[in-house]
């Protein structure tokens, strides 16, 4: 009898430690989840504090004249306040960022979104282990190129180092045709910064708990459908101020842009046949200014921002 009382308390036991250890089990992955989302929120929100930071420097650095004569003309910029060697992975150069995309049409920009760049190598001088980098977004295939998941330079889109002082003249015959135009600087003075080879992709994960949900880029820098986060208000209104000047003007000249979803009928040329949701047929015109973020088709839902003239600035899938 004793026996098989002591196998009882035994098994008892045994199933006790089971179902603690099962319980655990289930209940780590749960906090560890959370606590990698508070991470990525406190990343974002300093990342973006970071990025204003960097902007404000550019635009005080007697040394970066052609970087501020320059960003007046682009239409985007991708700020990376820190780029490290060994940032990832030992031998590997990199860093996170952030882009913001003008409106061809309004000049208003966008909100940031979040992205990482990594190379063998930046071409920084010897003895540099961390600078600060800008990259002017000169061309609709440039911003186009960053809506996909990872882009290569060189392959995928073209840039050139930006010039030293020089002014806009000087920057401009240098980087004519060129996606995009980098400019960099390492504790205090202008560096020479190569992204030839280097990769960039977003970071969807920091864009997903920054906004509150699951994001695309071009949602963000494009449609502009996603609800601002406050926080980013300084780096958004010091990038509006170093190169638009009066923000009121912004709000006047985005009268008459709108935003439609519905599905294409056809496409003939350049003209998007769309029958909208609500069962109203109409004809989108585009040009070589209009950002489209992927390949349509007959048959897709599409969201499109669209001017008074039924212009299409930009067209993206509908999510």
Do not use: C
């Amino acid at each position: 009898m004793r026996t098989i009382t002591k196998r009882s308390d035994s098994s008892r036991r045994l199933l006790l430690a089971a179902v603690v250890t099962v319980g655990i089990m289930i209940i780590m992955p749960q906090r560890t989840a959370a606590e990698n989302v508070q991470e990525n929120v406190y990343e974002g929100e300093m990342l973006v504090n970071q990025a204003t930071v960097t902007w404000q420097n550019f635009m005080q650095d007697p040394d970066m004249s052609g970087f501020r004569g320059h960003v007046n003309g682009g239409q985007g910029v991708l700020i990376f306040p820190r780029l490290m060697k060994g940032a990832f992975v030992l031998g590997i150069e990199g860093g996170n960022g952030v882009l913001l995309v003008r409106d061809g049409k309004t000049g208003s920009w966008s909100e940031p979104a979040f992205y990482e760049i990594s190379s063998a190598s930046f071409g920084l001088q010897a003895g540099v282990e961390m600078s600060e980098a800008i990259l002017i977004v000169q061309t609709v295939k440039g911003i186009e190129s960053l809506l996909s998941s990872t882009i290569k330079f060189g392959a995928d889109a073209s840039a050139v180092i930006g010039p030293k002082g020089s002014g806009i003249e000087g920057a401009t015959s240098m980087s004519m045709g060129k996606d995009f135009v980098t400019y960099a600087r390492t504790k205090g003075a202008f560096v020479g910064l190569s992204v030839e080879g280097a990769s960039i992709r977003t970071r969807d994960d920091l864009n997903k708990t920054y906004y509150g949900s699951a994001v695309r880029p071009s949602a963000i820098v494009l449609v502009r459908k996603i609800k601002p986060n406050t926080q980013s208000q300084v780096l958004h209104q010091a990038v509006v101020n170093g190169t638009q000047g009066d923000p009121t003007e912004l709000s006047i000249r985005e009268h008459g842009v709108h935003i439609i979803q519905g599905d294409v009928l056809r496409v003939e040329g350049n003209t998007y046949f769309i029958k909208e949701l609500g069962g109203k047929e109409l004809s989108l015109r585009t040009d070589a200014s209009t950002m489209k973020a992927e390949k349509i088709q007959v048959g897709d839902r599409i969201e499109a921002k669209v001017d008074e003239n039924n212009r299409a600035l930009s067209l993206v899938l509908a999510p």
